[in-house]
Structure formats: structure tokens, C-alpha cells
């Protein structure tokens, strides 16, 4: 016997569909039901490299170091690229550093964390992290020596999103996306005692997931996304905290969040578009270059960032890799 089933058409296709049966009706078994469970998904880390001479990126090479179950951080200290993130076989933050040739994993966690995105920075001749607890607490770490963490210590908690770490030269600064009285991309510095104080900075409307916060030519700048993808920023001299400036960027959409990084008097500014191609621009202060992709490869989440010696390191989770 011939069942016809319905046939499927497109606009340069028409097939024609049957099962040429004999029996209708049989024993009914049991299907074994794959859940959502089974599917866990565990994105590795990538790294690609960016040079300006020949305005060309690196294929993305695979780390060594497993699934990561956060979005990674990277700080430059000593000549050396640092790079922390939580792994999905431990709460113990992964810590490890790049010579320009091999990563090595540094034996000393700054201690245990959530799966949440973590950050990291350079104070001088320190390193400074912030991370979430296996128990919600939000804490920041500080390596004094590249090899250890000192004792962690409590400061503000984001909503929803990660705490971008900045060093103005004399005082740590943090953005995150907060609510609390109104306040929506709040503005955090930290005092001689340790003690975080919200600044004039902290602002009404609300950023979409987390900001990024960075020193450029003397300026705190804090780029984030708003609804529809749209990019704002906003910026003021590091000694004087009264006098934000806010500003769109018109001719930007992002479709995660933007990362940034300086070398000299250049920012660079990295971010996936509408169908997750990951595209850079740069700014010398007065005037931004043209957008230009990347690579064919597309990205779920923005890479972490960093100028690295004479090049742009980025690293992040997913994306193709070569075999």
C-alpha cells in the first residue's frame, strides 16, 4: 500500500512524498525522550590576536584549559597576559598567564565562584579581581605579587550583569548595572579604607547586561548597550567626578556587549552585530575609524579584550575553530 503525505514545496522545488507500506498498525513502542538536560552545552575558550600594521586578525586557536563556565577576564601585568575564569569541573577560578608563546595554570585561585562573568584589571603593579560566590556574595581579590591572592573583601553586587574594573592611577573605579533607588548603571570608586562610595556617575537608565569601564587620555569611559542594541557612552576626567558627559552612537548596533582596550592614545572597540559577526573599530579621540568585521565566525558573547605587547588578544567562549 502507498501513503501520500503532503507534498513540500519552495519557490525552486516541489517534492513528492510517500511510504509504500504493508500494515498500518503495530505493536507501539516506547520512544526514549531526549530532554534539554542531555544537551549540556560547554563552550571552550578561544583566543584570537589582531595586528595593526597589517590590519589583520588570527585564526581563533583553542586554550588549553577545558569548558568554561563563565565568560573569561584578561589584564596585562609584568609583560605577562593574565586570564581568569570559572571552568565547569570546579568552583575553583581557573588563573593562568600567557608569555607570548605558552599559557601556563598558576597554582593559587583567587578562591571559589559562580558561573558568572568575572573581571579583572591592573592597579599599578597589582592585579585586581571581582567575582560572584557560590553564594551570591560579590568580592574582589588582589594579587600583589602575580603569583597569589590576598584575602577577599565584599563590594557592591551588579543585577543581571558582570562588574567592570578600572584603575585611574591612584583609585579603583567599578560600573555595573545596579538597581537601587533608581539608579539603574551605577558608578562605584573605593576609598583609602577600602570602602566602596557611589559616585555622581551612577545614572537612571538602565544598560542591557553589563557595561564596560576603561581609562582613555585621562577620561573614565564607560561604554554600554540600551535597548535595540543601541551604544551610549560616557565619560569624565578621572579627578573630577561631577562632570559626566553622555553621548549615542548612531551609527553602531551591538548585539552583546562591547569590549574595549587602549594602546596609547587609541581605543579600540569590539562587539558582535545583529547576526553575531564580531566587529572593531578604533578612535585616536577626534575621529572613530570605519567598522570592518572581523571574521566569518560568529559569537554568542563578546570576547574579553586586551592590547598585549604590539597587538589586540581576544578571548572568549565559543566560536569555530579550526580542528
Known amino acids: ?47 584570537r590576536s589582531f595586528d ?28 605577562k ?27 593559587n585561585s583567587p578562591g571559589p565562584a559562580a558561573p558568572e562573568p568575572v573581571a579583572l584589571t591592573t592597579a599599578g603593579t597589582s592585579l585586581i579581581c571581582a567575582y560572584q560566590t557560590p553564594t551570591g556574595q560579590q568580592f574582589t581579590g588582589t594579587s600583589s605579587n602575580g603569583t597569589s591572592w590576598g584575602a577577599a573583601s565584599a563590594m557592591p553586587a551588579p543585577q543581571d550583569s558582570a562588574v567592570s574594573l578600572c584603575w585611574d592611577g591612584t583609585t579603583l573605579h567599578a560600573a555595573m548595572r545596579v538597581v537601587t533607588a533608581g539608579v539603574a548603571l551605577g558608578h562605584y570608586q573605593r576609598d583609602a579604607q ?11 537608565e538602565p544598560p542591557v547586561h553589563s557595561p564596560e569601564l576603561i581609562l582613555w587620555n585621562g577620561n573614565l569611559t564607560c561604554y554600554y548597550r540600551r535597548l535595540h542594541g543601541a551604544v551610549w557612552t560616557r565619560w569624565r576626567h578621572k579627578d573630577r567626578p561631577e562632570t559626566w558627559a553622555t553621548q549615542r552612537m548612531d551609527d553602531v548596533r551591538a548585539s552583546n ?28 579621540g577626534s575621529t572613530w575609524s ?34
Open 257 to 284: 556587549n562591547v569590549r574595549l582596550a587602549v594602546a596609547g592614545p587609541t581605543l579600540y572597540m569590539l562587539f558582535p552585530d545583529s547576526q553575531g559577526t564580531l566587529h572593531l573599530r578604533s578612535s585616536n
Open 290 to 323: 570605519t567598522v570592518v568585521p572581523v571574521d566569518e565566525y560568529r559569537t554568542l558573547e563578546t570576547p574579553a579584550l586586551a592590547w598585549y605587547g604590539d597587538r589586540l588578544i581576544a578571548i572568549g567562549r565559543g566560536g569555530a575553530c579550526p580542528p
Open 81 to 107: 597576559l593574565h586570564l581568569l575564569f570559572r571552568p565547569y569541573d570546579s568552583e575553583q577560578l581557573t588563573w593562568a598567564e600567557y608569555q607570548g608563546r605558552t599559557w601556563r595554570t598558576l597554582p
Open 194 to 204: 577600602g570602602e566602596w562610595q557611589q559616585d555622581h556617575g551612577s545614572f537612571s
Open 1 to 47: 500500500m502507498t501513503v501520500a503525505l503532503p507534498d513540500i514545496s519552495t519557490p525552486t522545488l516541489t517534492a513528492t512524498r510517500s511510504i509504500i507500506t504493508d500494515r498500518l498498525t503495530g505493536r507501539i513502542q516506547n520512544v526514549p525522550a531526549f530532554t534539554a538536560t542531555g544537551m549540556d552545552h560547554r563552550p571552550e575558550l578561544s583566543m
Open 52 to 79: 595593526p600594521r597589517q590590519r589583520r586578525w588570527s585564526e581563533p586557536v583553542r586554550l588549553p584549559f577545558g569548558p568554561a563556565a563563565s565568560s573569561p577576564a584578561i589584564a596585562v601585568l609584568d609583560g
